[in-house]
């Protein structure tokens, strides 16, 4: 039986666990593919702020959010009456991950913020704010897992 996945005869893994692995997993397709596309327009020598990217980063985004969306409806449709159930343990975990994934909005808006006012390009500015929205949500969803499997102090 694998410990990793908890795939094995009887294995149950929290509905919530589930939805940060999902929330990690997008994330980091999503800025994959957002900076595999923005990259590779900038392959042909154009400088990196002059690479068309409002059009990616929005369709990756989008993305995202549907794939995110769609990836939990059909975890809940793998065992409906857990997507409703959330013990204190569940609740606990979640308020944890999310005050740990804050940290890094917080620091995505002082850098965009920092870089607005020296005058960088917009691209600069979007790309930190992205940036530390990805970050975010690998960080609270690390955070997360690591609570459900390791377990975690309640203060």
């Known amino acids: 039986m694998s410990k990793f996945f908890y795939t094995g005869a009887g294995a149950v893994v929290a509905f919530e666990e589930k939805r940060a692995w999902i929330m990690g997993v997008v994330a980091i397709v999503g800025y994959a593919v957002y ?31 549907a794939a995110a969306i769609l990836l939990n409806i059909a975890a809940a449709l793998t065992r409906p009456g857990e997507a409703d159930v959330k013990d204190q343990r569940d609740k606990e975990i979640g308020r944890i991950g999310e005050h740990a994934g804050q940290s890094f909005l917080a620091i995505g808006a002082v ?16 790309n930190a704010l992205y940036l530390g929205f990805v970050l975010s949500a690998v960080l609270g969803s690390a955070v997360k897992l690591a609570a459900y499997r390791q377990g975690f102090q309640s203060w």
């Open 35 to 65: 900076l595999a596309v923005v990259l590779g327009r900038s392959g042909d020598g154009t400088p990196l702020a002059e690479v068309p990217y409002i059009t990616p980063l929005l369709w990756t985004v989008g993305g995202a959010i």
């Open 111 to 126: 850098a965009a913020l920092i870089l607005s006012m020296a005058g960088a390009d917009r691209f600069w500015i979007s």
